[in-house]
């Protein structure tokens, strides 16, 4: 394991933060070795008592997580600059087991009206059946304070909101956040910590990923994860093991193998994105495009101080003025790109949110989150930028 005291480089934790020492073996290992056993044996029943009730380390069961989990939260940690770090079955059971470990009967979170579908379903259609209160704000400091009442216990944010891309003022509203005293939560899937480290910015406690995307980045394995300071974490997994939400050892095992590519691949799709981003604004078929990139998109200025000119994301939208039928045309006469149900993988996917990710709004919450008819999501992949501006180009024809 790398001393963090040493100061190395985001890529050179990202590939070195997992090793861990194997006995027996005097030689070490390249690539992290998955261990794939669910339970383990013991010398005799006061070992067994020992380590289940954490006298002495040592590993249980799959649930209290494997030593292929220990190295991935490990790294993870490293990357975000946090104490410690968890991590889970799926994106939402990384929020859902989270959020249930900082909130009881009577609580309220406030989270961006501009939020994630299958988030937006478990603060509008699980949490309810808790008692815990759901309340949605514009993503702004002032818009955040307005919403704020005495049973706020927890504000959710996303950076880059899903699936306009609109920038969060994660800044603000961290200072809002620790002026009063409020946990912030922060998902940072789309943005990655190759652009930004929430948990570095004054009023931020938790950052969350859906690991599925960028982390793992092939379209191969399902996760979640959570990054923070050790006692809540602590706290996180407990209810992590009480709820069966760990991640286990295989897709913990993927995510370590695409972790130590994500700089090299993120970097790549940013610079494809802004490309794309920028012939689709000059294409006299489209409405509009959301890619804080641009410079003349009301959040550029935003983004570059948020992102510190790191880049701008990998993911952007487009509108068509012809609604959903213009929509389908151009996404059917893709070639390259091609319609797909997730984004962070090497191949460009599009979808249509009102239609599938944002499904459970009503019209009219979609409508305030800014997701229209004509909407399509774009998440850029590792094609030749050039490759996929003919594609959109060919496929606008069509719209």
Known sequence: MLDVERRHGFSTRAIHEADLPLSGIAEEPV????????????????????????????????????PTHVQLDRVLASLEGAEAAWSFASGMAAIHTALTS??????????????????????????????????????TRQGMEA???????????????????????????GELCAERGIPLAVDNTVATPVLLRP??????????????KYMGGHSDLIGGSAAGPRELIDRIRTMAIEQGTTQGGFPAW??????????????????????????????????????????DHPDHALATDLFG??????????????????????????????????????????????TTSHRQLTPEERAEAGIGDGLIRCAIGGEDPEDLIEDFARALERA
């Open 31 to 66: 690539s992290p070795p998955l261990w794939m056993t669910s339970d383990y044996l013991y010398d005799g029943l006061e070992h067994y008592a020992d380590v289940i009730n954490e006298r002495r380390p040592g590993y249980v069961y799959g649930r209290y997580g494997n």
């Open 102 to 139: 900082m909130l009881q009967q009577g609580d309220r979170v406030v989270a961006q009206s501009t939020l994630y579908g299958g988030t937006f379903a478990l603060f509008t259609q699980v949490f309810p059946r808790y008692g815990i209160e759901a309340g949605f704000a514009d993503p």
């Open 147 to 173: 919403a704020l009442t005495p049973n706020t216990k927890v504000v959710f944010l996303e950076t880059l909101a899903n699936p306009t891309f609109r920038v969060t003022d994660v800044k603000g509203i």
């Open 199 to 212: 948990l570095e910015l004054p009023g931020v406690t938790l950052v969350v990923h859906a690991t599925t």
């Open 254 to 295: 993927l995510t370590l193998r695409g972790v130590q590519t994500l700089a090299l691949r993120f970097e790549r799709q940013c610079s494809t994105a802004l490309a794309v981003a920028t012939a689709l604004a000059a294409n006299p078929k489209v409405a509009g495009v959301g890619y804080s990139g641009l410079p």
């Open 309 to 354: 000119g790191a880049g701008y994301g990998a993911m952007l939208a487009f509108e068509l003025d012809g609604g959903y039928e213009a929509a389908r045309r151009a996404c059917d006469a893709l070639q390259l790109a091609r319609v797909g149900s997730s984004f962070g993988s090497l191949r460009t996917q599009v979808c249509h949110p009102a």
